[in-house]
T-cell receptor
Framework: DTAVSQTPKYLVTQMGNDKSIKCEQN?????MYWYKQDSKKFLKIMFS???????INETVPNRFSPKSPDKAHLNLHINSLELGDSAVYFC????????????FGPGTRLTVT | AQKITQTQPGMFVQEKEAVTLDCTYD???????LFWYKQPSSGEMIFLIY??????QNATEGRYSLNFQKARKSANLVISASQLGDSAMYFC??????????FGTGTSLTVIP
């Protein structure tokens, strides 16, 4: 069974559109994260949720809005997509906030044309 | 300011040889954690090894060991007996106070048969 899953795996869309990426973990973890990996492979944390509550919100445009309906899910909604949003987005989870080990999803490759 | 620095964008190693991937960090926190992750070409992020700032002994996990030099603020990853499957991107990361993860820019390792 997949521990952390993301859908879709690939997403190609035009500028100005709104899109969502879904993330689910079946590990019973309390904390979930979203990371953005740019074309130079640099990984940057975007958001962190602990038990459905936002605990980290790095400087990202407010076009990005995370939604956590329950502690097993953390979805990322992006409004008015821009070319610079093209990247691989990783979801991750850990047992507790700041826990030793984060389990990553397979990533979603977003291409904005 | 860059919190994690990986100065080697690309490394090559002969199969069965050992290789050291460099990582230096910048923090004034007393308590922090250092991590290494592997990202193969398939894209997933795989946790390799963890070192706590108060751990006196260097962490080891199978063929992976972390050469932790606190005074120099370095946390180099040593991979012994390299295998072809070790070819991947390797990311160093720090967990700082406030539960903030910061990743380095990564090192691409290629194992030559």
């Amino acid at each position: 069974d997949t521990a952390v899953s993301q859908t879709p795996k690939y997403l190609v869309t035009q500028m100005g559109n709104d899109k969502s990426i879904k993330c689910e973990q079946n590990l019973g973890h309390d904390t979930m994260y979203w990371y953005k990996q740019d074309s130079k492979k640099f990984l940057k944390i975007m958001f962190s949720y602990n038990n459905k509550e936002l605990i980290i919100n790095e400087t990202v445009p407010n076009r990005f809005s995370p939604k956590s309906p329950d502690k097993a899910h953390l979805n990322l909604h992006i409004n008015s997509l821009e070319l610079g949003d093209s990247a691989v987005y990783f979801c991750a989870s850990s047992q507790a906030s700041g826990d030793l080990e984060q389990y990553f999803g397979p990533g979603t490759r977003l291409t904005v044309t | 300011a860059q919190k994690i620095t990986q100065t080697q964008p690309g490394m090559f190693v002969q199969e069965k040889e050992a290789v050291t991937l460099d990582c230096t960090y910048d923090t004034s926190d007393q308590s922090y954690g250092l991590f290494w992750y592997k990202q193969p070409s398939s894209g997933e992020m795989i946790f390799l090894i963890y070192q706590g700032s108060y751990d006196e002994q260097n962490a080891t996990e199978g063929r992976y060991s972390l050469n932790f030099q606190k005074a120099r603020k370095s946390a180099n990853l040593v991979i012994s007996a390299s295998q072809l499957g070790d070819s991947a991107m390797y990311f160093c990361a720090i967990l700082r106070t406030g539960n903030q993860f910061y990743f380095g820019t990564g090192t691409s390792l290629t194992v030559i048969p």
